[in-house]
């Protein structure tokens, strides 16, 4: 199947399905992998990992499979500028990049025919992204897992506003993405694909604990809150260590305060070691949807064809005038074949 949009054809993949880069979940190639053989872009979360382990990852998603695949990277990450070297020498298809600026390293991986796209959480970072030169834009709202943005403002209006500004650069929504419906809705904003990140938690190529799967899967989506505000704040499952930081919040603790709170645990302790009453389960409010286990090419399969069965059966517009200008005239309108 392929659902052909300006995302796809940049990136050379079947499916506007981009599978979010995710510390230790997606630090590793298994699950990267099966996403980009299923059709979509599996990304290996370099983030945490330690460079000779991210080069032995790229290594075996280059020898895994002849599909695009990404790498993401937090340009704050300790090192970068070295990190950065050795993405150039790897040139991987595509790099997802967050957390600060492209600038100083963008022509050196467009020189290598790396695919960039930018991490973004406001109108005002989509500029600067857009005007240094990205390829296409990851837009992040608020109901999403890890890192949302602090300003509270959703995927359902940040796509748009980012998708309408600049409809000549692919977007991709993320944040609140969990299925076919999601995928349509997302195309409907005028983004040409949908990021999914909490959903590929739930697979057994997932590098995440299997108490942290469980915990994903039995979670509702008001389970998925935000702590941390002020300090870069995480969506992240209730537990023990949720209640402990809107606990301070509520009584109106100091910053130092909760920053102690917040700091005396890390997502590693959750994903890797299964220490899910204390520990950060970063995941977005789609864990309240997401109930089942599948692999992440069943996943990617069941989001491609409930999105054909869902944009079939939508409602058509008849009467009144001739058809308003609308999203579809920039170019991001989708085929599904
Ligand atoms: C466990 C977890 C770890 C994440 N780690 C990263 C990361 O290392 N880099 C990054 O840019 N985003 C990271 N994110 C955010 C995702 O890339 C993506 O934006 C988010 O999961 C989308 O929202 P969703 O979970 O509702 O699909 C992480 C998200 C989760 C759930």
């Known amino acids: 199947m392929r659902i052909d949009t300006p995302l796809t054809r940049l990136v050379g993949m079947d499916l506007p399905i981009v599978q979010a880069g995710m510390s230790w979940v997606s630090s590793c190639a298994e699950l990267p992998l099966a996403v980009s053989e299923a059709g979509g872009l599996g990304v290996v979360a370099g983030g945490p990992m330690r460079l000779p382990d991210l080069d032995e990852c790229l290594t075996r998603m280059r020898a895994g499979t002849d599909r695009p695949w990404a790498v993401n990277m937090p340009l704050y990450r300790k090192g970068v500028d070295e990190v950065m070297a050795h993405l150039i020498d ?22 290598v025919g790396t695919v960039w796209l930018h991490v973004v959480t406001s109108l005002t970072h989509a500029a600067k ?32 506003l980012i998708a309408r500004e600049f409809p000549e650069i692919p977007v991709v929504a993320s944040g609140g993405f969990t299925d076919g419906y999601s995928l349509a809705a997302a195309l409907s904003l005028g983004a040409a694909g949908a990021q999914f990140g909490t959903r590929f938690i739930a697979t057994p190529e997932a590098n995440a604990h299997p108490a942290y799967k469980d915990r994903v899967l039995s979670a509702k989506v008001e389970d998925a809150v ?18 402990r930081m809107l606990d301070l919040e509520t009584a109106g603790a100091s910053v130092d305060d909760r920053r102690e709170v917040f700091a005396s645990t890390v997502l590693r302790q959750s994903a890797k070691d299964g220490e899910v009453e204390t520990g950060k389960v970063e995941a977005g409010q ?28 939508l409602p058509r517009a008849a009467g009144g005038d001739s058809a308003p200008q609308c999203a579809q005239a920039d170019g991001n309108v989708a085929t599904a074949v």
């Open 90 to 111: 790897q040139a991987p298809p595509v790099i997802i990049a967050s957390q600060g600026g492209p600038k100083k390293y963008l022509g050196a991986l467009h020189d």
């Open 129 to 160: 992204a857009v005007g240094a030169g990205v390829d296409g834009l990851v837009v992040v709202g608020a109901e999403a897992g890890g890192h949302p943005p602090e300003h509270g403002v959703t995927s359902l209006v940040l796509t748009r």
């Open 226 to 243: 935000l702590v941390g505000r002020g300090l870069n704040p995480i969506r992240t499952l209730r537990n023990q260590f949720t209640e």
């Open 286 to 313: 789609t864990a309240g949807l997401v109930t089942e286990l599948h692999s992440a090419a069943e996943v990617v399969r069941r989001i491609a064809v409930e999105y054909g069965a869902v944009v079939n059966g």
